[in-house]
Structure formats: structure tokens, C-alpha cells
């Protein structure tokens, strides 16, 4: 079946510009979550969504970020006033359910976020 | 502070041999692990998973868990090109509010030449 799919591809931005970014998660897949990979670097968690419980934010790196998940699919990043350091491969994944202590999670192609 | 560590490496191997990568993690109530494959510019891509101590084996990937000694590692036979890429190794929270979430280590980068 289709796999993760995000949208676009390639976004560059003036700083100070708003930005929103898509996921489409695989279908049937319950959980979804956002990831941020900056050049050379490992995956830095920002969000995930469960079904309809309260989304965990923890990882969101300022109040900037914020996140939503309609209808318990898409889901929609939007970053404010966007700042160079944003910069980065924003992933999501999503996963069949979630458990304790982690499940397989599968990743979208990505959103490169290039601002200058 | 939850950590998963990896050798950064980078990693070289000749084509045919066994690439071996190893991961150590701090959280001893880590319950999953799961190891990623990443081409340069592309996304991770899941390629084992754990959740018991031991080895569990698929084609020519075999992942080792021991949590007693809070390691995991994953080999790779007859190692070929194709193999090259960054190695993620991630670990799943042991509960609490983010069931969800995985902790990534930093990657090791394989080489494999011919």
C-alpha cells in the first residue's frame, strides 16, 4: 500500500516567514509523528498524535512550533517566524498503534526546509 | 536524559565480509529497538526491530539484544555496495506519557567497497 507521504518536498522561506508543512500517514496507521534531522545530525523527536488523546509536545524545540492532526489523519507542522537555525529535514512517521515502550514506526520522504 | 550511542564511525567493511554495528543505550526500561537504514539525502528506512533478548535473524541482517549489558547490535553478512549508508539505531520509551516516542542515536556510516 502507499507509504507516508509528505508534502512539499522542498520548501525555501525569507526568516520571519510562517511555514506549514504536511504529512498523510499511512492508512490505518493511528499514531503519527514529527521528527527533525538537521545536516548531519541524528532525529530529533518535536511531536506525536494518538488517536484523539492530548498530542505529547515535549520535544517541540520552541512556541514557535506547533502541530495539529485533523480527523485523526493528516497532520499539518506550522512553524512561525521562521529562523535559520529551523533549517532542517522535517520526517514524519507514523505507526499502526502505539504501545509502551515503542512500536515500528515508518517515515515519509521528508520536507527540506531551507531559510534564508 | 535518555541517550542511545553509537560508534560514528565512519565504518569500512570489503565487499562479502560481516559489518558489525553497535549501539548502547541509558535507559534500562527500553522495551524495543529498532535499527534504520538512511541513504545520503533520503529517509530512514525500517529494517529490524527487537523486543527480546537474543538474536532475531532476517535474510542477511541478524539484531543482538542484551539488556542486561544495555546493547544492541546489528550485523550484516556477505556485506555488499549497496549496504553503504548511515545506520540509525533508535530505542522506544519505556512508558510514562510518550509511549510513541523513539530515541535515535547519531548513526554509524557503513562503507562497504568492493
Known amino acids: 500500500g502507499a507509504g507516508v507521504s509528505q508534502s512539499p518536498s522542498n520548501k525555501v522561506t525569507e526568516k520571519g516567514k510562517d511555514v506549514e508543512l504536511r504529512c498523510d500517514p499511512i492508512s490505518g496507521h493511528t499514531a503519527l509523528y514529527w521528527y527533525r534531522q538537521s545536516l548531519g545530525q541524528g532525529l530529533e523527536f518535536l511531536i506525536y498524535?494518538?488517536?484523539?488523546?492530548?498530542?505529547?509536545k515535549s520535544g517541540l524545540p520552541s512556541d514557535r512550533f506547533s502541530a495539529e492532526r485533523t480527523g485523526g489523519s493528516v497532520s499539518t507542522l506550522t512553524i512561525q517566524r521562521t529562523q535559520q537555525e529551523d533549517s532542517a529535514v522535517y520526517l514524519c512517521a507514523s505507526s499502526l498503534l502505539s504501545r509502551a515502550g515503542g512500536i515500528e514506526q515508518y517515515f515519509g520522504p521528508g520536507t527540506r526546509l531551507t531559510v534564508t | 536524559q535518555k541517550e542511545v550511542e553509537q560508534n560514528s564511525g565512519p565504518l569500512s567493511v570489503p565487499e562479502g565480509a560481516i559489518a558489525s554495528l553497535n549501539c548502547t543505550y541509558s535507559?534500562?526500561?527500553?522495551?524495543?529497538f529498532f535499527w534504520y537504514r538512511q541513504y545520503s539525502g533520503k529517509s530512514p528506512e525500517l529494517i529490524m526491530f527487537i523486543y527480546s533478548n537474543g538474536d532475531k535473524e532476517d535474510g542477511r541482517f541478524t539484531a543482538q539484544l542484551n539488556k542486561a549489558s544495555q546493547y544492541v547490535s546489528l550485523l550484516i553478512r556477505d556485506s555488499q555496495p549497496s549496504d553503504s549508508a548511515t545506520y540509525l539505531c533508535?530505542?522506544?520509551?519505556?512508558?510514562?506519557?510518550?509511549?510513541?516516542?523513539?530515541?535515535f542515536g547519531q548513526g554509524t556510516i557503513l562503507t562497504v567497497h568492493p
Open positions: 498524535f494518538q488517536g484523539n488523546s492530548a498530542p505529547d
Open positions: 533508535a530505542s522506544g520509551d519505556a512508558g510514562g506519557t510518550s509511549y510513541g516516542k523513539l530515541t
Open positions: 535507559d534500562r526500561g527500553s522495551q524495543s
